[in-house]
Protein backbone atom coordinates (compact mmCIF):
# COMPACT_ATOMS: atom_id res chain seq x y z
CA UNK A 1 0.00 0.00 0.00
CA UNK A 2 1.53 3.70 -1.10
CA UNK A 3 1.15 5.86 1.82
CA UNK A 4 0.70 9.53 0.57
CA UNK A 5 1.19 12.61 2.63
CA UNK A 6 -0.86 15.86 1.71
CA UNK A 7 0.17 19.35 2.80
CA UNK A 8 -2.81 22.07 2.16
CA UNK A 9 -3.96 24.55 4.36
CA UNK A 10 -7.40 23.63 3.18
CA UNK A 11 -9.12 21.67 5.25
CA UNK A 12 -11.87 20.51 3.65
CA UNK A 13 -10.02 19.86 0.70
CA UNK A 14 -7.48 17.67 2.78
CA UNK A 15 -10.61 15.85 4.23
CA UNK A 16 -12.08 14.97 0.74
CA UNK A 17 -8.50 13.55 -0.29
CA UNK A 18 -8.23 11.74 2.68
CA UNK A 19 -11.87 10.24 2.54
CA UNK A 20 -11.39 9.39 -1.22
CA UNK A 21 -7.95 8.32 -1.52
CA UNK A 22 -8.37 5.82 1.46
CA UNK A 23 -11.17 4.30 0.16
CA UNK A 24 -9.08 3.56 -3.15
CA UNK A 25 -6.33 1.70 -1.66
CA UNK A 26 -3.58 4.67 -0.40
CA UNK A 27 -2.35 5.07 3.40
CA UNK A 28 -2.99 8.87 3.55
CA UNK A 29 -1.57 11.25 6.10
CA UNK A 30 -2.64 15.07 5.72
CA UNK A 31 -1.13 18.30 7.43
CA UNK A 32 -2.78 21.94 7.00
CA UNK A 33 0.66 23.30 7.75
CA UNK A 34 4.15 22.84 6.99
CA UNK A 35 5.43 23.10 10.74
CA UNK A 36 6.22 19.68 11.32
CA UNK A 37 6.37 18.36 8.09
CA UNK A 38 10.65 17.11 8.34
CA UNK A 39 9.59 15.20 11.32
CA UNK A 40 5.88 13.49 9.71
CA UNK A 41 8.23 12.70 6.55
CA UNK A 42 10.42 11.27 8.48
CA UNK A 43 8.09 9.06 10.83
CA UNK A 44 5.55 8.34 8.27
CA UNK A 45 7.79 7.36 5.49
CA UNK A 46 5.73 8.61 2.49
CA UNK A 47 6.06 7.63 -1.18
CA UNK A 48 4.65 10.83 -2.29
CA UNK A 49 3.95 14.26 -0.93
CA UNK A 50 1.19 16.03 -2.33
CA UNK A 51 2.22 19.78 -1.52
CA UNK A 52 0.06 22.78 -2.51
CA UNK A 53 2.21 25.95 -3.94
CA UNK A 54 0.74 28.58 -1.53
CA UNK A 55 0.31 27.97 1.88
CA UNK A 56 -0.52 30.93 3.53
CA UNK A 57 3.01 32.19 4.61
CA UNK A 58 4.48 29.60 3.56
CA UNK A 59 5.86 28.51 0.01
CA UNK A 60 5.29 24.95 -1.03
CA UNK A 61 8.37 25.95 -3.61
CA UNK A 62 11.25 27.04 -1.26
CA UNK A 63 9.64 23.52 1.10
CA UNK A 64 10.18 21.45 -2.01
CA UNK A 65 13.68 22.39 -2.36
CA UNK A 66 14.76 22.29 1.16
CA UNK A 67 13.39 18.49 0.88
CA UNK A 68 15.40 17.72 -2.20
CA UNK A 69 18.61 19.28 -0.29
CA UNK A 70 18.12 16.34 2.19
CA UNK A 71 19.61 13.10 1.20
CA UNK A 72 17.10 10.76 3.43
CA UNK A 73 14.54 12.45 0.70
CA UNK A 74 16.10 11.82 -2.48
CA UNK A 75 13.53 9.09 -2.73
CA UNK A 76 10.49 10.90 -2.11
CA UNK A 77 7.62 11.87 -4.65
CA UNK A 78 6.65 15.29 -4.70
CA UNK A 79 3.41 16.39 -6.71
CA UNK A 80 2.81 20.09 -6.34
CA UNK A 81 -0.35 21.47 -6.86
CA UNK A 82 -2.18 24.70 -7.28
CA UNK A 83 -5.10 27.07 -8.87
CA UNK A 84 -2.37 29.25 -10.37
CA UNK A 85 -1.09 27.58 -13.19
CA UNK A 86 1.94 30.19 -13.34
CA UNK A 87 3.10 29.14 -10.17
CA UNK A 88 3.42 25.25 -11.97
CA UNK A 89 4.76 25.79 -15.13
CA UNK A 90 8.61 25.87 -13.56
CA UNK A 91 7.73 22.84 -11.28
CA UNK A 92 11.09 21.14 -12.02
CA UNK A 93 13.03 24.80 -10.89
CA UNK A 94 12.20 23.48 -7.38
CA UNK A 95 13.04 19.77 -8.18
CA UNK A 96 8.99 18.41 -8.08
CA UNK A 97 8.36 15.14 -9.85
CA UNK A 98 5.53 16.52 -11.19
CA UNK A 99 2.15 19.14 -10.82
CA UNK A 100 -1.33 19.41 -11.30
CA UNK A 101 -3.64 22.47 -11.35
CA UNK A 102 -7.12 22.74 -9.01
CA UNK A 103 -9.36 22.53 -9.70
CA UNK A 104 -8.61 18.96 -10.70
CA UNK A 105 -10.82 15.81 -11.27
CA UNK A 106 -10.45 13.20 -8.88
CA UNK A 107 -9.73 11.15 -11.90
CA UNK A 108 -6.95 13.05 -13.14
CA UNK A 109 -5.42 13.48 -9.74
CA UNK A 110 -5.48 9.70 -9.19
CA UNK A 111 -3.99 8.90 -12.75
CA UNK A 112 -1.32 11.74 -11.68
CA UNK A 113 -0.56 9.86 -8.99
CA UNK A 114 -0.33 6.32 -10.20
CA UNK A 115 2.25 7.92 -13.14
CA UNK A 116 4.19 9.68 -10.52
CA UNK A 117 4.52 6.65 -8.24
CA UNK A 118 5.73 4.22 -10.85
Known sequence: MNKLLILDDSPDLLDTLKYILGNIGYKVKTL???????????DFQPDLLLLDIFLGEEDGREICKQLRKSGENKDL?????????????????FYADDYIEKPFELKSLVDKITLVLN
Do not use: G, Q
Request: charged letters at 20%.
Open 32 to 42: LSADNIYREIH
Open 77 to 93: RILVFSSYSTALHDYKS
